[in-house]
């Protein structure tokens, strides 16, 4: 079975804090993708990466970077947390042209 | 810019009946793929079905069908015979020419016993 792992399923953080988030996937996926997720909006892409230290913008990039320094691991960096990025972060990984394989999320609160 | 909209933010049903969920797409694109996913309550999510447009054929999974109508743009998931299991979050979903998911807001299902 293919496994996509977040580091924390809960995290409370403080208004500038540097926030870490941290996937790893188990099936030598090429693509791995961060979503945030908030009632009302689905889910929306922060950052996509197609290859070790490959990075494409998604939808909503703004406040968040991402590293790829291994194949199966995909980090999203919060370089100075605000409350209007507390949310739902999901993390998932694909083949090229493959269906998409999502973690259990980690839920973020920023106070 | 391509956009999904599902217009139920929420809906119910009654176990061992059928329900159906919309959503609707706009793109110009003519080759693309469509999904369903399921977010059960505190669980991951998964694929449910997946349909690519160049298909006339309505893709199925077991008790999960999906009604794809492409010159109305329209890509409705029927679940039958509805079980406690079903309930969740269900997304719709479309990508084309990328790996790149564009989800739609949610429809949040509850099957009662």
């Known amino acids: 079975d293919v496994k996509v792992t977040q580091s924390s399923r809960y995290l409370v953080k403080r208004t500038g804090e540097k926030v870490f988030l941290e996937c790893v996937q188990d099936m030598d996926h090429e693509n791995m993708f961060w979503y945030r997720q908030d009632p009302g909006l689905g889910l929306r892409l922060i950052y996509f990466s197609y290859d070790v230290k490959m990075k494409e913008k998604g939808d909503i990039p703004e406040g968040y970077s991402v590293s790829r320094e291994k194949k199966e691991r995909f980090s999203l960096i919060l370089e100075s947390a605000s409350t209007n990025q507390t949310s739902m972060y999901l993390c998932a990984s694909s083949f090229p042209g493959g269906r998409q394989f999502f973690g259990p999320g980690t839920r973020l609160t920023v106070l | 810019a391509q956009t999904v909209t599902q217009s139920q933010p929420e809906m119910s049903v009654q176990e061992a009946e059928t329900v159906t969920l919309s959503c609707t797409y706009d793109t110009s694109e003519n080759n693309y793929y469509l999904f369903w996913y399921k977010q059960p309550p505190s669980r991951q999510m998964i694929l449910v079905i997946r349909?690519?447009?160049?298909?006339?054929q309505n893709a199925t999974e077991n008790r999960f069908s999906v009604n794809f109508q492409k010159a109305a743009k329209s890509f409705s998931l029927k679940i039958s015979d509805s079980q406690l299991g079903d309930t969740a979050m269900y997304f719709c979903?479309?990508?084309?020419?990328?790996?790149?998911?564009?989800f739609g807001t949610g429809t949040r299902l509850q099957v009662f016993p």
């Open positions: 349909q690519e447009a160049y298909k006339q």
């Open positions: 979903a479309f990508s084309y020419n990328t790996d790149k998911l564009i």
